[in-house]
């Protein structure tokens, strides 16, 4: 079947593996009686963006999580930029390189936009323990936060509380942060969700861009933006990476088809 | 300036212009009254650090003011009997010097803070609360058990200590110091709030994920905010018991902790003046109600209540409204 032909991980590929800037390598997660990852092993070269799909409830999410150190894999390695970053938490792995946005926003809500901005620039600065100097008084940090919020097209709400934000200003709010921190990668999960189409026109031009920077590891549910971008495609259905390839091998497989196509949906 | 702004400059000038005035019309209660209220208020700011400013529940910030306070009695115990503390391996003398009591009680208090907090900012929510509390009650039953130090009755304190230049047992005087000392901590609470700590410290109470994703532990930016918090009310300790010239486990009771959160709360939660504001108003209603009737503190829980369900700004919000923003 064509599918099983896609599944690249022989030997002689885990040499990319370690090439690659960032990898997973038989990463899998239970919870309970659910197997959300069931040895997950994909890679994210330099310069590309890596579009992760699947149905709801696939796992990609979890996923993410646990590359990002927010859950531990039960078992499995990951690897960024040559280390393997398995045991260390979220902080350490940010400090790294390694920047993602939220499904759900995570944002310092009753702060303004530039504030949260301003934090990505402290984060990546190093040390947040200065304890005088009015923070936004730092023309270093406002300048980034500034030139970030303008990237993205938030700058003329720079003051606006980021709780007063729509959901989709939320995810752009999410990317400007993560650009801050001069990533050398990005984990962005369903930064589309709640943009419109004009928003996510405008996102997809920019992430095009982006990967040129820092490749992008993309979850996303709207597939126009996917056949777009991705230069590569991994199918997640139940935990479980049952295909990875570039974007017309991808989108004749017959789950790919039913779920994406218009032929009956892939909720079971 | 803020609304905000003008309400605090007020109620600073407010409590010096009560004592000031007392003096005057010669009322030295209004000034131990007055002392008390710059005293606690230093407390609430400490535990406002972490209460307002970090998220960080704690009901055990009495076991910093009764550090602060047990640093000034055994120190001054030992200056008083010439008895020093410490022979061998090094020769450690009491005294009765303020800035040198102060500066241990600082250091002790930040110790202790580090030591609580490195295992209790391990958990959050009640289980953060629990592990503070307990903290809190080790340290009262051990001072209850504690004989060398005037266990279970305290540890009285026959003069007050010294400060180069002044006349400390003059009450105004001993006011002037608690009072500086609390505007210095107020100074430097309104600039940490704006510094790039503050910034960290209130994004880690609002969304963790966000600022660990940034890469800063929050861990160790409330960490910090927890030694500060703790090393601030440990000031106020050593002044409350210079204060009393007395020292008892009391200071270390959960009560206390409760009290302390209680001035933050009836102020504003977060509000810089807020634990100025409350302290002032739980010792104006001490001494009138308490005066009055002994189930004041019924009265207290009503108006506690009445602020936590419908003033969530304590005092200070119900008089500028909601907090303005910077940035
Ligand atoms: N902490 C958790 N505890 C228990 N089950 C969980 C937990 N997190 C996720 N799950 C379950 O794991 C499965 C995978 O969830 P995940 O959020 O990764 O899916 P997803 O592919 O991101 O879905 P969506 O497209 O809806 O975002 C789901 O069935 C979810 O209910
Ligand atoms: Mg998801």
Known sequence: ?268 | MSREGWINIALILSLLAVPLWAQVADEPFLITLSTRVAIFALAGVGLNLALGLGGLVSLGHAAFFGIGGYAMGILASHAQSYAPILEVPLLIEGTKSMPVIWLTALLVSGLVALAIGALSLRTTGVYFIMITLAFGQMLYYFSISWPAYGGEDGLPIYTRNNFPGLNTLDPIQFFLISYVILCIALVFISLLTKSSFGLALNAARQSVRRVETVGISTYRVRLTAFVLSGMMTGLSGALFADLNRFVSPSMFSWQTSGEIMIFVILGGTARLFGPVAGAALFIVLEHLLGGISDYWLIFLGLLLLAVVLFARGGLIGLLAGSPSRSG
């Open chain 1, 1 to 268: 079947m064509r599918a099983a032909a896609l599944l690249v991980y022989s030997p002689e590929v885990r040499q990319e593996v370690a090439d690659s800037i960032l990898a997973t390598e038989g990463v899998c997660k239970r919870f309970g009686a659910l197997l959300a990852s069931d040895n997950v092993t994909l890679d994210l070269h330099e310069g590309e963006i890596h579009a992760l799909i699947g149905p709801n409830g696939a796992g990609k999410s979890t996923l993410i999580e646990q590359i990002a150190g927010a859950i531990k894999p039960d078992k499995g390695k990951i690897y960024f930029r040559g280390h393997n970053v398995t045991k260390l938490n979220t902080a350490e792995r940010a400090r790294l390189g390694l920047a993602r946005t939220f499904q759900i926003s995570a944002l310092a809500l009753e702060d303004s936009v530039l504030q949260n901005v301003i934090l990505g620039g402290l984060g990546a600065q190093g040390r947040p323990y200065r304890f005088f100097k009015p923070v936004l008084a730092s023309s270093a940090l406002r300048e980034t936060a500034e030139a970030a919020l303008e990237r993205v097209g938030l700058a003329q709400l720079a003051r606006t509380r980021a709780g007063e934000l729509s959901h989709g200003q939320k995810r752009q709010l999410e990317v400007a942060v993560a650009l801050t921190l001069k990533p050398k990668a990005f984990l962005m999960d369903e930064p589309m969700a709640g943009l419109g189409s004009s928003g996510s026109a405008r996102l997809t031009t920019f992430l095009s861009e982006l990967r040129h920077e820092a490749p992008i590891l993309l979850i996303e549910h709207d597939m126009d933006a996917v056949f777009a971008l991705a230069d590569r495609i991994s199918v997640l259905v139940y935990g479980k990476v049952i295909a990875t390839g570039s974007v017309d091998e991808v989108r004749i497989l017959p789950e790919v088809r039913r779920a994406y196509l218009g032929d009956d949906a892939w909720d079971c």
